[in-house]
């Protein structure tokens, strides 16, 4: 199987917050392959109507809003950065990319279809 680097940080993710809550990476019944099946991955997209007021994983507050494409530098786009209201997320855009990110955890989280 061939997973892309969002997929790959998505399992990540389950990953440790299976051990944080088990105490074990195989704990539970589950093998560590099943945690990289496509449709597992495909499960953790946490889709939302709008931006989360603070994250529901870890409680955190900013949600940070992340920019795709060829962002330029700015002053402003710097302070934000700081403040984690922005995260950069790449250059690559396509349809179902995450909008929003956790600043502390990074849990990613999709707009509603």
């Given at each position: ?8 940080e998505?399992a ?20 560590k ?17 709008s ?49 929003w990110?956790?600043s ?10």
């Amino acid at each position: 199987m061939n997973f892309t680097d969002e997929q790959l940080e998505l399992a990540y993710i389950e990953l440790l917050e299976k051990i944080y809550r088990t105490g074990s990476v195989l704990g539970g019944g589950r093998m560590k392959d099943d945690l990289l099946s496509e449709e597992n991955i495909a499960s953790e997209k946490i889709r939302v109507e709008s931006k989360p007021e603070k994250c529901p994983v870890c409680g955190f507050s900013p949600v940070a809003t992340i920019l795709y494409g060829d962002i330029g530098y700015s002053p402003q786009l710097s302070e934000q950065m700081e403040k984690r209201e922005v995260v950069l997320g790449g250059c690559s855009i396509y349809p179902d990319k995450p909008r929003w990110q956790c600043s502390k955890c990074g849990t990613k989280f999709y707009r509603v279809r």
